[in-house]
């Protein structure tokens, strides 16, 4: 089991930026596929972005509705991952949880988490 501990979520204007970052402990996270997802209030989790390690390649996913604007990086040695998302918009408000599971190569319908996050606010007021 992965322990994971989001944090960077905050209130910021539409059209600004904030980082997200999830610590993960218990397991490294090198074989993992690491992801992001999200849920505003009275709609469904969604998935956001993921990334992914095969044979070397590291494979990035993301939600038609972030791309271009969010970007997700892992580092190794922080046994880490993060979530930079730039051009905030209102829309974009929910709370965001960091997700692990195993390799998701194929894209994000190959994405089934095992282990989860506490989750993380992030609100874009107009």
């Known amino acids: 089991q992965v322990h994971l501990v989001e944090s960077g979520g905050g209130l910021v204007q539409a059209g600004g930026s904030l980082r997200l970052s999830c610590a993960a402990s218990?397991?490294?996270?090198?074989?993992?596929?690491m992801g992001w997802f999200r849920q505003a209030p009275g709609k469904e989790r969604e998935f956001v972005a993921a990334?992914?390690?095969?044979?070397?390649?590291?494979?990035?996913y993301y939600a038609d509705s972030v791309k271009g604007r969010f970007t997700a990086s892992r580092d190794g040695a922080k046994n880490a991952v993060y979530l930079q998302m730039n051009r905030l918009k209102p829309e974009d408000t929910a709370v965001y949880y960091c997700?692990?599971?195993?390799?998701?190569?194929?894209?994000?319908?190959?994405?089934?988490?095992?282990?989860w996050g506490q989750g993380t606010q992030v609100t874009v007021s107009s």
């Open positions: 990334t992914t390690w095969s044979g070397g390649v590291t494979y990035t």
């Open positions: 218990g397991r490294t996270i090198s074989t993992y596929a």
């Open positions: 997700a692990a599971g195993p390799s998701a190569v194929g894209g994000p319908d190959r994405f089934f988490p095992r282990d």
